[in-house]
Structure formats: C-alpha cells, structure tokens
C-alpha cells in the first residue's frame, strides 16, 4: 500500500527565503507525482505534475523534483512571499487508472 | 477552471438522516473522486468513477454509496449519517492526458462541502 510521508507538517520563514518542501513515498513504481496548493477553507490548486520519466518540471517560482529510486520530491520556492503561505500537499499516483494518494501536507508561513 | 460545482456548500444534519452530496461537471471527464479532508488524517479516498455506472471504492468507504447515471454528475451518499461524518467532501476530476482519458491525470477540485452531523 502506498504511503505519502510530508515533514515538516509546518514551516514559517522570513519573506525572500528560498525554501524547499519534502515528500516522501514507500513504492517507488509511480505513474506520477503532483503537487497542490491548499488555502484555508478552500480546495486544492494543482501546481505542478511530475510524470515517472521525468526528473523535474518547473512553473514560475516554484520546481519541483522527482527521484523515484529514493522514493522522494521536492518543492523548491524561489524568493518566498507572504502570498505563498498555504498548506502544500503531495500525492503520487501508482498507475493511470489508480487514484491519487496524498500525503498531510505542510502548512507553510512567510512572514513580511 | 475545470468547471466542478459542488452542492451545497455547507449543510447541518441529524445523526440517522440521509445526506446526498453532488458534484456537477461541465468538462465530460471519466474520473471523478471524492475525498474527505479531516484534521490529522489529510485527504483520503471515499468512491471513485471510471465511467457513468462505473464506480469503485477508496479507503474510507463504510457509510457511503455513490451513484453515477450521467458524464457530468458523481453523488455522494450518506444513508444515515453519524457524527463520525462531519468532514469537508471535496470532488475532483481527473483531467484528460492528451487523447487518453485515464485516471492519475492532473486533478482539479471543487470548492467542497462542510458537513456537520449532531
């Protein structure tokens, strides 16, 4: 059974800090790898997928990482701001037909 | 936008009510999800469809059934609802891959629905 694993489950950091985000699973034999954006009392924003035979993908400030042998991801933010405090969630998908697991998420604090 | 409504936002029921969630999309996408999101559990998997008619259980299912009789609508049921069903529900469809509609595809979410059971 896949498991997501996030740590830190919290994290604040001066604004301008560059920060990165871990997220961790136990089967390595993945189809994908996404990361989402939650603000409170709202729903899930996808911000970047990953697919298996890919290392990386990139969307503005933020990159994402993909090592599957390691069973590992992260999220790189560039030059945080206040506007990027949210909760990041992390989910990996076994197969194309098989639904997304996700990890409890970090809930992420830029201080101004 | 992917075009998912989820209705209604918020609702307050009884312990021993049926409640019935539903989730609209504009988009005719096969996969559709629900999760429910608690404190220190995250997010996990209630029912999902792969098709009208064509649905499967997650790892949370007790307690609910769901029906799927058009493209666009995935309901969610409580039968009697408990007070160990107080969550928010959020729908999500999976978005197409290219010409391939397959699940594991990038996910889009409803705004959800906060339930409380007394």
């Known amino acids: 059974k896949q498991e997501v694993t996030q740590i830190p489950a919290a994290l604040s950091v001066p604004e301008g800090e560059n920060l990165v985000l871990n997220c961790s699973f136990t089967d390595s034999a993945i189809y994908n790898l996404q990361w989402f954006r939650q603000d409170p009392g709202k729903g899930l924003t996808s911000l970047l997928l990953?697919?298996?035979?890919?290392r990386e993908q990139t969307s503005g400030r933020l990159n994402a990482s993909l090592d599957k042998s390691s069973g590992r991801s992260t999220l790189y933010i560039a030059a945080s701001q206040p506007g990027d405090s949210a909760t990041y969630l992390c989910?990996?998908?076994?197969?194309?037909?098989?639904?997304?697991?996700f990890g409890k998420g970090t809930r992420l604090s830029v201080i101004a | 936008d992917a075009g998912i409504t989820q209705s209604p936002r918020h609702k307050v029921t009884e312990t021993g009510t049926p409640v019935t969630l539903r989730c609209h999309q504009t988009?005719?996408?096969?996969?559709m999800y629900w999760y429910r999101q608690d404190p220190g559990h995250g997010l996990r998997l209630i029912h999902y469809?792969?098709?009208?008619?064509?649905?499967d259980k997650g790892e949370v299912s007790d307690g609910y059934s769901v029906s799927r009789s058009k493209t666009e609508d995935f309901l969610l049921t409580l039968e009697s609802a408990t007070s160990s069903q107080t969550s928010v529900y959020f729908c999500?469809?999976?978005?197409?891959?290219?010409?391939?509609?397959?699940?594991?595809?990038?996910?889009?979410f409803g705004s959800g629905t906060q339930l409380s059971v007394l």
């Open positions: 990953i697919q298996s035979s890919q």
């Open positions: 988009e005719n996408h096969r996969y």
């Open positions: 469809s792969y098709g009208v008619k064509d649905t």
């Open positions: 989910a990996v998908s076994n197969s194309g037909n098989t639904p997304l697991v």
């Open positions: 999500a469809i999976s978005e197409r891959q290219g010409r391939r509609d397959v699940g594991g595809g990038k996910l889009f």
